[in-house]
């Protein structure tokens, strides 16, 4: 394996990780145990870890170590608006153009997520990564019909934050709010409404400052208003 390759698998499986919180906010990242575990060099890990500290998604500090860094509240609006400018974009491109297989295709994914959603088993330890499969395809779909599923995929891989409070939202009750945005932002598509399928995005990708308040009740410290010197 190359040292690129190496520094790269080192980097998605930490950050993987981070948003999956399998690694939580504070804990401990040791460059040399990382390094063994996945049967590379140091030099690679720690350039993975100097990379995501320059995401803000681990903090290295002298005197303290290595950890993975909390949630920054600042960047996540900043992420945010960003996605909610571009997605509008491509949605708007959409209005009124659905032809009625590619409406039927948003629906069925609705529905997809609704029954997983619906039937919760803890005989499937993967579920909650399945919903986010299905969400991130109800909003990839736009995207993939304008011949720009590169932008969405390109999206989610620079929303450190976003995308670390996204997998707390299966916990409350903003989960149980998706199919009916969904469905929201669907109809506004198929009726061409762009003032309401502008609404219903907006209010659709705010929904993360619901979790938001739930999560930093239970563990303030997983959050920060702002970058740290």
């Given at each position: 394996m190359s040292a690129r390759n190496a520094r790269d698998l080192a980097y998605?499986?930490?950050?993987?990780?981070?948003?999956?919180?399998?690694?939580?906010?504070?804990?401990?990242?040791?460059?040399?145990?990382?390094?063994?575990?996945?049967?590379?060099s140091r030099t690679?890990?720690?350039?993975?870890?100097?990379l995501l500290n320059n995401a803000h998604m681990v903090a290295i500090k002298p005197q303290s170590g290595t950890h993975v860094a909390p949630i920054d509240l600042h960047?996540?609006?900043l992420e945010q608006f960003s996605r909610y400018t571009l997605e509008k974009e491509i949605l708007t491109r959409m209005c009124g153009r659905l032809t009625p297989e590619q409406e039927a295709g948003y629906r069925?994914?609705?529905?997809?997520?609704?029954?997983?959603?619906?039937?919760?088993?803890?005989?499937?330890?993967?579920r909650?990564?399945?919903l986010l499969e299905l969400d991130n395809a109800f909003h990839r779909?736009?995207?993939?019909?304008?011949?720009?599923?590169?932008?969405?995929?390109?999206m989610p891989a620079s929303?450190?934050?976003?995308?670390?409070?996204?997998?707390f939202s299966l916990q409350t009750n903003e989960n149980k709010a998706v199919c009916a945005a969904h469905t929201r932002i669907l109809d506004a598509?198929?009726?061409?409404?762009?003032?309401?399928?502008?609404?219903?995005?907006?209010?659709?990708?705010?929904?993360?400052?619901?979790?938001?308040?739930?999560?930093?009740?239970?563990?303030?410290?997983?959050?920060?208003?702002?970058l740290e010197p």
């Open positions: 998605h499986t930490v950050r993987s990780r981070i948003i999956t919180m399998e690694l939580k906010p504070g804990d401990p990242l040791n460059a040399r145990e990382l390094a063994e575990e996945l049967g590379i690679p890990m720690r350039e993975a870890l100097i960047l996540m609006e069925q994914l609705i529905e997809a997520y609704r029954v997983l959603e619906a039937s919760p088993s803890p005989e499937e330890p993967d909650e990564m399945r779909r736009a995207f993939e019909l304008c011949g720009m599923e590169h932008h969405f995929d390109h929303l450190q934050h976003v995308e670390r409070i996204r997998k598509m198929v009726q061409n409404d762009t003032q309401e399928l502008s609404r219903a995005l907006e209010s659709h990708l705010s929904r993360y400052e619901q979790t938001v308040e739930e999560v930093q009740r239970l563990h303030p410290d997983y959050f920060t208003d702002g």
